[in-house]
């Protein structure tokens, strides 16, 4: 089993930055690639960014290529979004998921193990 925990959520405005960060405990957490998700309200959960275990692959969804930065600490068991430039249609709850595997992955259903959520609200 692998525990999940986001903090760092908020509400910040247009523009604005906030750093996510996703604690792991249980197994063996630089085992585990990992990836953010997020879903808005009456929305469905949607991709965001995934980093693969060794930090050497990152993949970002569209929407935030060039404003999110996914990375990791395997000392610390933790990983992070950075996210910058900030967008009203960025609100959301954000969720950390694992995955027991070495690459990079984009869909819900590859993911084994999730957080509970994270809220960031942006306003304009």
């Known amino acids: 089993q692998v525990q999940l925990v986001e903090s760092g959520g908020g509400l910040v405005q247009a523009g604005g930055s906030l750093r996510l960060s996703c604690a792991a405990s249980g197994r063996i957490f630089s085992s585990y690639a990992m990836g953010w998700f997020r879903q808005a309200p009456g929305k469905e959960r949607d991709f965001v960014a995934a980093?693969?275990?060794?930090?050497?692959?990152?993949y970002y969804a569209d929407s935030v290529k060039g404003r999110f930065t996914i990375s990791r600490d395997n000392a610390k068991n933790t990983v992070y979004l950075l996210m910058n430039s900030l967008k009203p249609e960025d609100t959301a709850v954000y969720y950390c998921?694992?995955?027991?595997?070495?690459?990079?992955?984009?869909?819900?259903?590859?993911?084994?193990?999730w957080g509970q959520g994270t809220q960031v609200t942006v306003s304009s």
């Open positions: 998921a694992a995955k027991n595997g070495r690459w990079t992955y984009f869909y819900t259903g590859q993911y084994d193990y």
């Open positions: 980093i693969s275990w060794s930090s050497g692959n990152t």
